[in-house]
């Protein structure tokens, strides 16, 4: 039954992408339509996961791996897209878009089915550590501070200080903190509700993804979707690797999954926040549009690395 599920996920990942793509050559079909599902998917479902998952996690020291991971790939992506950026003049837009894109790992959509497929439903407690601690903050905080100051240009630092504590996936996250503090979760019949309005996520996102995804060959984005995806799918889960097993010497197989999880695509709620704050649509929406298919060469290559360390 488990390889039933993780085999219909991968089936929904490529099915929503082809239906967005079908749907652009729909001539009365709204394909703008695809800013409401962002916020759908912003505002509604992400916050349901959150309210779901985070007052279930029980803390130990052994968790700070996992979780530092997803923000340890945020501040890499930024020093390097930052400094090369200002370096060869690209855009404000143009990085701020590659570090929302390539500086997070999508953890979840992807992430939950594979380290199920391949480590067992015991992995998904780790895959949940790097994703929501970890991916999914980081997204909620440094995330939305990269899409304002970048969409802007400036640092006007109340705007986006209110930005950040009033995103209601950040809200919700504080919350569910909140409940996990004091020990409470919620009850069993509003948790269902929050896993199916969650459940909504990937669809919902991949659907977003296919009705911006273009397929121009004179595309000036190529050469950044290169760079971007070498990052994101091969320098992150290397500096990790390095990292945790020959610096730290951790070789455990929460290691190994969290390893696993920054070779990920790139993160689905990161395009669509770019998107949302207008930094390169095009292109946040090529790194997952590419990232995804690509992403599962990569990915057996990492495990293969991963069973031997």
């Known amino acids: 039954m488990s390889g039933l599920n993780d085999m219909n996920n991968f089936i929904q990942i490529f099915l929503f992408l082809a239906l967005g793509l079908f749907l ?16 759908v998917v912003l505002y509604v479902c992400l916050p349901a996961i959150t309210l779901y998952h985070i007052p279930k996690i029980r803390w130990s020291n052994e968790l700070l791996f ?7 790939s945020f501040l890499l992506a930024f020093a390097f897209f930052h400094f090369l950026g200002r370096r060869l003049g690209w855009s404000n837009r143009l990085i701020g878009c590659l570090i929302l894109t390539a500086g997070l790992s999508n953890s979840s959509f992807l992430g939950y089915p594979i380290i199920e497929a391949l480590f067992g439903k015991k992995g998904l407690e780790t895959a949940i550590l790097v ?14 501070f990269v899409a304002a100051f970048y969409s802007k240009g400036s640092a006007d630092s109340f705007s986006i200080f209110k930005k950040i504590i009033l995103f209601p996936p950040f809200v919700t996250f504080v919350t569910a903190c909140l409940l996990n503090v004091f020990e ?8 269902s509700v929050l896993l199916k309005v969650g459940s909504f996520v990937t669809p919902l996102a991949l659907l977003s993804v296919g009705l911006q995804l273009t397929f121009d060959r004179k595309s000036q984005h190529w050469q950044f979707l290169r760079l971007g ?10 500096v990790i690797l390095v990292l945790y097993v020959f610096i730290l010497g951790q070789h455990s197989e929460a290691i190994k999954i969290t390893i696993m999880e920054m070779a990920m695509a790139p993160m689905i709620t990161g395009a669509i926040l770019a998107s949302t704050y207008g930094l390169k649509p095009k ?12 992403s599962f060469i990569t990915l057996a290559v990492w495990y293969c690395i991963v069973h031997f360390i």
């Open 66 to 72: 996992p979780i530092l991971s997803g923000w340890i």
């Open 24 to 39: 652009q050559h729909i001539k009365q079909f709204p394909t703008h339509i695809y800013k409401v599902l962002n916020k």
């Open 229 to 238: 995806l070498f990052f994101r799918l091969i320098a992150v889960p290397f």
């Open 283 to 294: 292109l946040s929406s090529m790194m997952i549009g590419f990232g995804i298919p690509i």
């Open 131 to 144: 994703d929501q601690p970890g991916t999914f903050v980081v997204v909620s905080t440094l995330g939305v």
């Open 184 to 191: 409470y979760d919620l009850d069993l019949n509003v948790q």
